[in-house]
């Protein structure tokens, strides 16, 4: 069975810092993989899709940025964070090549607090 | 341009009452499909069910169901018999295939507070 990964599970980091969020999904090949961000109370913000390793689609432009350097993980990284970029962050698979009627699975998430 | 409206931001219940979430959307694609998840106070989404555009029978697993109108482009979530641990957001969800992406749009969720 497939199964998703997300370290850490929360985060508290100083104003500028850096950041590196790791999702690694097991059991499946050549996934569709997402970020999602969700801030406190409020509904879910795709931020980047990958199709493939190295092939990544922004939908929100901001400091963040994201990366895939194998098949089954995706990293989303920042080099200074905002308070804004506070939030939950989700990480989701879905199974590649199959139109739109590919469930998407999610991880269990990140709490990032950036103070 | 996709939307998925969920009207309904809070809902509040006495366990053992029937709840129904509400679900429209908007879509210029023929063929879509129809998502509904679960996120408990843990936080993870959990998914529960998925609709075909083409399939409009309704469907009941235990005390959810699940009622498909394509007439009114709505997809309705009913939980009979609610009970504590129902408590959660849920959100309705739709799917469109953008550069063999397949995407979700995603309501802006419903939270369901079930009291004992």
């Known amino acids: 069975s497939q199964t998703i990964h997300q370290w850490p599970a929360t985060l508290v980091q100083p104003v500028g810092s850096p950041l590196s969020l790791e999702c690694t999904v097991e059991?499946?090949?050549?996934?569709?993989l997402y970020w999602y961000r969700q801030a406190a109370g409020r509904g879910l913000q795709l931020l980047f899709y990958?199709?493939?390793?190295?092939?990544i689609s922004s939908e929100v432009p901001q400091n963040l940025s994201a990366s895939r350097p194998q098949d089954r993980q995706f990293i989303l990284s920042s080099k200074k964070l905002l308070l804004s970029d506070s939030g939950f962050y989700l990480c989701?698979?879905?199974?590649?090549?199959?139109?739109?009627?590919?469930?998407?699975?999610f991880g269990p998430g990140t709490r990032l607090l950036v103070l | 341009a996709q939307k998925v409206t969920q009207a309904q931001t809070e809902i509040s219940v006495v366990e053992k009452e029937d709840v129904t979430l509400d679900c429209v959307y908007e879509?210029?694609?023929?063929?879509?499909?129809l998502f509904w998840y679960k996120q408990p106070p843990s936080g993870e989404l959990v998914f529960l069910i998925r609709?075909?555009?083409?399939?409009?029978q309704n469907e009941i697993s235990g005390r959810y169901s699940w009622n498909f109108q394509k007439s009114t482009s709505s997809f309705n979530f009913t939980i009979t018999a609610s009970q504590v641990v129902d408590s959660a957001v849920y959100f309705c969800a739709l799917s469109h295939n953008i550069n063999a992406g397949n995407m979700l749009t995603f309501g802006g969720g419903t939270r369901l507070m079930v009291k004992p």
């Open positions: 990958s199709v493939g390793i190295g092939q």
């Open positions: 609709r075909n555009s083409f399939d409009e």
């Open positions: 059991g499946t090949s050549n996934p569709n």
């Open positions: 989701a698979w879905s199974e590649g090549a199959s139109g739109g009627r590919g469930t998407q699975y």
């Open positions: 879509t210029r694609d023929t063929t879509y499909y």
